[in-house]
Structure formats: structure tokens, C-alpha cells
């Protein structure tokens, strides 16, 4: 869609049958999408069910996203986005649940729904520097070390890691803000539930919960990592049961303020804080 204050309501079904595939463009200025496809909709590769070049827009998805291959991202935006569907995307290497760029904001969930929408990430490959990733707020270049984009994040649903070096909320740069007001429930071997980078700020609010699922039997889970002027914030919980896992890791001038938060690990050589184990 292109124009200013274009005002959309769809309900049709929308197929994504081929790789590189794009369900909604916006490129206009003002535009309003409401997106709500029951059937649901599947993303094969390298596709993207709604982007949004349009800083002023807002956009509210409820259609549930399904991933069957690699590299795709659900919601990819620069204005506001409230996601209130389930994202699997399970299957599938390197997929992004909820983007966020050039300071927008998006949000999964909203305060007070009796049912709140579940984010499942995939398969990462660190090798290669494909990381599954529920919900993303800004990158860094690699080329310069520096924030290309930033964005705000905020989960009131939940998000689940269930495979090995996957992250549930990432926000790099300065400008760049990771809030959990729900739950983030880890169960990858490696797996992180919040990793800031750049001058990006976390903050875990109270009443939410970055923890390990129920039985996790996977070693190295970390609950947040803040790293290069990163801040994080914990006025709620991190419950990390993981062996040789941590609550909070910061490094390279990453801070972590307490505040009225609560840090509980168990596991063979599990710590509730640590500086020196992504070293």
C-alpha cells in the first residue's frame, strides 16, 4: 500500500506459497492495517508476512504465523505494531518472530488480555550468525560495530526458546529498548531470554519472568546478557535451572542494576550473576 492515511482491514487468506514471499507492504504515511486471516498463514523462506516502511503506522496483526523453512521474519516494522496471534516459528533456521526499526515500536500482546499470544523461536546457526530470535529491536552493522537502526520492544505474551543458542528479546544500540512484561521460558542448550548490545536498555518488569521451562534438562542457559554499555533492569524474576547456567552475565562495560528483582539458579555450577563466562 502506498498514499497517506490509508485505513485497511483485511480478512482474506493470505498465501505465502513461494520463497521471498510478502503478505502486506506498507510504503505510504499515516496507514492503519488490521490484519486476520483465521485459517492462519505459513511462511516458507526469506519471506515476510507484514512489512512497514511507514514510521507513522500502526499495525495490528491477528493472524497466526507458521514457519516451514529459513530466514523469514513475521512482522517487520518502523512505525507501531501490536501482535496479537501465536508466531510458531519452530521450524525453520534464523527466523525473527517481531522486528523492530528506525525506532518504532512493537509489542506482543497487551496489558490485561485474558489469552495473550505465544512467540515460539527456531533453529539458530552461530556459525554463520543465524540466530533464531522471538522478538528484535535494532542490529549492528558488522562491518563498523555500530547500531545501523534501533527499535523498541515489549512482550506481554510469551516467548519460548526451545532450541540450542536461541534468544527470546534482542535490542541493540543506543535508543533500542527490550521491556518483558511476560513471561520468556528457555529450554535450548545455550539459549538466552534477553540479550542487549550497544547502549540498549532491558528492563524484566514486575510480575514478569525470564526462566527455564519446567524439567529443562539443557546446560548453559543464560538469562540476560548486557554487553558494551547495555543496561538491564530486574524488577521481576529470573529463574534459571541449568547446569553451568547464569541469571544475569555482563561484560565489556554492560551494567545490570538489581533494583527490586529476584535471581534464582540451581544447577551443577550455575551462577546468579557472572562477568567472566562469555569471555
Partial sequence: TTGNNQNIISTANINLSNNKSYGFVIKGSGTVLDVHDTDGTELKNNSVFIYSADKTSNVTNRTALKSTGNGNYGLYSSGYTRNLADINFGIGLGNVGIFSVYDG?????????????????GY??????????????????????NAETTGRIANYGTIKV???????????GTGSKADNYGV????????????????????????????????????????????????????????????????????????????????????????????????
Fill in 105 to 121: 515500536l512493537a509489542e506482543n500482546g497487551a496489558p490485561g488480555l485474558a489469552a495473550q499470544p505465544v512467540i515460539t523461536a
Fill in 124 to 145: 539458530s546457526d552461530p556459525v554463520n550468525k543465524m540466530y533464531a530470535i522471538g522478538m528484535a529491536a535494532g542490529y549492528i552493522n558488522e562491518q563498523t560495530g
Fill in 162 to 172: 526451545p532450541q540450542s543458542n536461541g534468544i527470546g528479546m534482542y535490542a541493540a
Fill in 184 to 279: 520468556i521460558e528457555l529450554s535450548g542448550e545455550n539459549s538466552i531470554g534477553m540479550y542487549l548490545d550497544q547502549g540498549a536498555v532491558g528492563v524484566n518488569h514486575a510480575g514478569a519472568v525470564i526462566r527455564t521451562a519446567p524439567n529443562n534438562t539443557k546446560d548453559g542457559i543464560i538469562g540476560v546478557v548486557a554487553l558494551n554499555n547495555a543496561l538491564f533492569k530486574n524488577y521481576g524474576r529470573i529463574i534459571i535451572d541449568s547446569g553451568e547456567g547464569v541469571g544475569v552475565y555482563h561484560a565489556k562495560d554492560g551494567k545490570f542494576d538489581p533494583a527490586s528483582g529476584s535471581i534464582t539458579v540451581s544447577g551443577t555450577g550455575s551462577k546468579a550473576t557472572d562477568t567472566a563466562t562469555l569471555d
